[in-house]
């Protein structure tokens, strides 16, 4: 089984369609899978639906997709780095269902689980709890307490970007470039993963690997910009 | 007189307990971990990081190495990274022992409000909402009024909820004040702010 | 005639396609493993383990490797482990692609009961609820009758079920049907078996 | 935070009552918390309810705390190894509450994740479904599909065998002794591990860190018989 391909456009040869839902990993602009979005740009795939945290910046990761007008929905928790975003979302262009980060992360991990519904306390009382079940569960305390039921979501299309992959696809990240990334993989229908590094297979110790490659189909290795969004630095002390 | 924000941030610190793991919002709440001295404080980054180090010097900077507002920083010998389905379990679940965290609008029932004002630029509420409803202890550090003098403590809040009966405790530059039934009760007056001060700045009902 | 233990396994190999992602369940769907050949199949072991080896050489049992059966065996270059709820995950979630598992009875609806006989010991269903409700294609690989000689591929099944609508194709000693609408059509006679006795020996309705 | 206990009586002080709720990791024998089940016993408590996958066997495993008859119930999927489980079961003498294997994990990982139910399809129209409630998705294939409703079992407290903790009580886990362990360890409101060796902190890749020391309280460092039910083994070729 061949999952290595040589570049981001030839790994998602006729994965593309108008009006799919596509998962990105990425938090902010860490792990984010760069060179995918730049191949979906050059594709000019249109109406694209968009579960991920963040919406990138004006010019690098989503964003790049929003100046070309690809994107018709965000599913996100913050969107707050991206003007051309706020633009398009005041004027109408552009939907956004904001999900709570935990909400959004769980909701992945669900619907690549076979979980097409939980309870969460989080959001109870809020906008975001507006049109959804409402359910009271027991605790083990004693005491009883309302929960909202979110759902799995299952894409048509998963894009991730890891540190090395061996080459049946299995998985590592790295530091907090982890984030979105496995539960992004999992809930893709069809999962294609740029790495930094493709090693033979063996190399990983199987106690270390993040993400086993049953999640993986595609794989591509490539030169990462791996932008930083806010340079923070201190004194040396 | 009152408290300044690093002075808020010392009082604040002064709440977490040895051993504990602990969430830091954005703004005020960050300088929090400045004072936490000799206590043994483990910081969560929601992103995926459990032991959250300081920021780094100048050129060790890691683009994959950020914490949730986006800052580049550093890791510490007890560092641990995960998913982000695995941190906000471990937030949902009940196992951060308490949550520092800015705040626009608290009322007297402890209702929180920090994510979204209509009618300006709606960024999200990021990870401030599963925080806030899945922390052992949560506190509100904040400015006691707002740049018109208005209190920000507040009988019902007027902007759209982060969560709901969620806030144990307030922090402010005036004071402290426990979420208790009926409404606010005062712990502690800040250096050179008196009761009356604090009555006089504050909407939500004290008990 | 008909097809004898390794047979059968020998044909539920040729269902399996290159790159796949398999779950062998206990007994018969064991012996499988021994003819996928040059074929690249990955197999899942639902107590945490992807690419499952062979038994180990003696003296290189290892406590912590062990397979769903709790057998001692091997990992493999390209394994990986991981924990419980992860492991059936992808298995609910339709990661793996199909799952040979024996079976005490099938009916002509898919129905598949294999975990329990009332009145005798209760063992437990282990995860074969999981794997007939989440993998992308079941096979039952098992007797085509009872010591008796009575069908186990029936109208309506007698013992507690597994699962509900849940097998695709069905391999026995005597040959290979299909779940269809309507009930099971014969696919492949083994053997020296033909369609008659196929038939007489089928309680299923066969379309 | 002082974590490191002498011993398993010591790292068990105080936490052990009655009719409590006990999770334990382990699948068959393998990654099972030998040392903690072993003074569990040794402190007689009666009563005990477990989640733990199995039963262990006649002398190994949660079997030692049957010959003693201080089970009153088992959560488990699977009890076919142990002849003593089977005659206090059919005597009434134990209580039996089976949840298929991947239903057991998620619902620990549930109760430890602030999840109070999921939906699953797993055992829909079997008996398992009985009294549960029914609830009917759409797939994103379009199809109705129905599940049933679990809920999260939060434990009273959970014991877990783990390969290596460092100080700070970050684990890490072997080959397939990793099963259910990390999830036990999640729905514990107090978690005690029991581990092979105590490395200093620092000693840890961070990346390579199956649980962070953030869902463990105590622990303890001892030497395992890790008993093999089935030893199997084949011809050198």
Redesign the interface.
């Known amino acids: 089984m061949q999952k290595i391909y040589p570049n981001a456009t030839s790994a998602l040869d006729g994965l593309l369609t108008s009006g799919m839902l596509i998962a990105a990993g990425g938090f902010g602009l860490c792990g984010i899978p760069e060179l995918l979005l730049g191949a979906i740009k050059d594709a000019g795939t249109k109406n694209l639906i968009f579960a991920s945290n963040n919406a990138g910046i004006d010019d690098f990761g989503i964003g790049i997709l929003l100046q070309t007008h690809q994107v018709k929905k965000m599913i996100s928790s913050y969107v707050g780095e991206n003007a051309e975003f706020m633009r398009q979302y005041l004027s109408g262009e552009l939907e956004l269902e904001f999900n709570p980060q935990g909400t959004l992360a769980e909701r992945m991990r669900a619907g690549g689980s076979g979980i097409p519904g939980f309870y969460t306390k989080t959001g109870v009382g809020t906008v975001i709890a507006d049109g959804k079940e409402h359910k009271d569960f027991v605790g083990s305390d004693g005491n009883t307490q309302t929960y909202i039921m979110e759902e799995g979501i299952v894409a048509d299309l998963a894009i991730v970007k890891a540190w090395k992959a061996d080459e049946t696809g299995n998985l590592i990240f790295r530091k907090t470039a982890r984030n979105f990334n496995p539960v992004a993989a999992m809930c893709g229908k069809v999962c294609v993963v740029e790495v930094e590094e493709i090693v033979p297979v063996g190399t990983f110790d199987p106690d270390h690997i993040h993400l086993p490659g049953i999640y993986v189909h595609r794989i591509i290795q490539g030169d990462h910009e791996k932008r930083i969004e806010q340079r923070t630095v201190r004194e040396k002390s | 007189m009152a408290w300044d924000r690093n002075q808020m941030a010392k009082r604040a610190a002064t709440e977490l307990k ?2 504990w ?1 602990v969430n830091l919002g954005i703004g005020i709440p960050t300088l929090v971990a400045n004072y936490v001295g000799d206590k ?1 404080i ?1 910081l ?8 959250m180090g ?5 050129g ?8 949730a ?5 550093t ?1 510490l ?9 695995t ?10 022992a308490c949550a520092v965290l800015g705040a626009m609008e608290v009322n007297e029932k402890g ?1 929180l409000a920090n994510w979204m004002i209509p009618g300006k ?10 925080l806030v ?2 922390v052992g202890r949560v506190i509100a550090l904040m400015d006691h009024t707002n740049k018109h003098g208005d209190s920000k403590l507040l009988r019902q809040c007027t902007l ?6 969620v806030v144990d405790r307030i922090i402010t530059n005036l004071g402290v004040l426990d979420v208790v039934v009926g409404g606010l009760k005062i712990v502690e007056c800040a250096d050179g702010v008196t009761e009356d001060e604090l009555h006089a700045a504050t909407e939500a009902k004290i008990v």
């Open positions: 040895d051993g793991y043994d483990t969560q980054s929601e992103n995926g990081m459990l032991g300081p920021f780094p010097i100048e060790d900077e890691d683009p994959d190495l950020i914490n507002g986006k800052q580049t920083i890791e010998n007890r560092t641990a990274y995960f998913d982000s389905a941190s906000f379990g471990m937030i949902r679940g009940g196992k951060i209702d630029l709606v960024k999200g509420m990021g990870g401030a909402m599963d409803a899945g759209p909820l982060t969560g709901k009966a």
